[in-house]
T-cell receptor, first 111, second 114 residues
Framework: GQSLEQPSEVTAVEGAIVQINCTYQ??????LSWYQQHDGGAPTFLSY????GLEETGRFSSFLSRSDSYGYLLLQELQMKDSASYFC????????????FGTGTLLAVQP | KAGVTQTPRYLIKTRGQQVTLSCSPI?????VSWYQQTPGQGLQFLFE???????NKGNFPGRFSGRQFSNSRSEMNVSTLELGDSALYLC?????????????FGSGTQLSVL
């Protein structure tokens, strides 16, 4: 089967840097995505890593190590609006959009 | 460009009833998928449609069904509702179907079964 594990909660202060880890077990691997979801809102796409290394998009960066079946999302210069749930996800593979989502990490940013 | 629209936003039903949820994808998007989100199980894939054909189905009972129309709009139906069906049902669309596709989600329909 396929599974992704994330810490359930992370707390940080405004202006700090936080890292949210994701470890996965998949039968095939097509890349790792990250989505953000504010309470009661729609999940929104943040990043996608198909190859090893770091991808940077503004304050957010995502890292992948395929050999370790591990990735992380790095959020810099934290703002209150970053308080949300963050999900890692892997595609099921093939000609499908099916995603297998991680358990989700609730990030609380404190003043 | 308008985002993914789901209606209704909230729904309250009683056990045994059935419910139909609607999803309008982003204009031009032909792939629509549905997810169930609960505190205990997280985000779980229900099914995926592309050009009116179901391409994939998750591990849910037959009470859960869906369809896609020629304009790419999609509906999902749950019959004989159970208390455990209470969840946020999310619809996502993308241009095409593929493992690298970025999904655009709607805000969901919050279903409460009493």
């Amino acid at each position: 089967g396929q599974s992704l594990e994330q810490p359930s909660e992370v707390t940080a202060v405004e202006g700090a840097i936080v890292q949210i880890n994701c470890t996965y077990q998949t039968s095939g691997f097509y890349g790792l995505s990250w989505y953000q979801q504010h309470d009661g809102g729609a999940p929104t796409f943040l990043s996608y890593n198909a190859l090893d290394g770091l991808e940077e998009t503004g304050r957010f960066s995502s890292f992948l190590s395929r050999s370790d079946s591990y990735g992380y999302l790095l959020l810099q210069e934290l703002q209150m609006k970053d308080s949300a749930s963050y999900f890692c996800a892997v595609p099921a593979g093939g000609a499908t959009n099916k995603l297998i989502f991680g358990t989700g990490t609730l990030l609380a940013v404190q003043p | 460009k308008a985002g993914v629209t789901q209606t209704p936003r909230y729904l309250i039903k009683t056990r045994g009833q059935q419910v139909t949820l609607s999803c309008s994808p982003i204009s031009g998007h032909r792939s629509v998928s549905w997810y169930q989100q609960t505190p205990g199980q997280g985000l779980q894939f229900l099914f995926e449609y592309f050009s009116e054909t179901q391409r994939n189905k998750g591990n849910f009972p037959g009470r859960f069904s869906g369809r896609q129309f020629s304009n790419s709009r999609s509906e999902m139906n749950v019959s004989t509702l159970e208390l455990g069906d209470s969840a946020l049902y999310l619809c996502a669309s993308s241009l095409v179907a593929g493992p690298n596709e970025k999904l655009f989600f709607g805000s969901g329909t919050q279903l409460s079964v009493l």
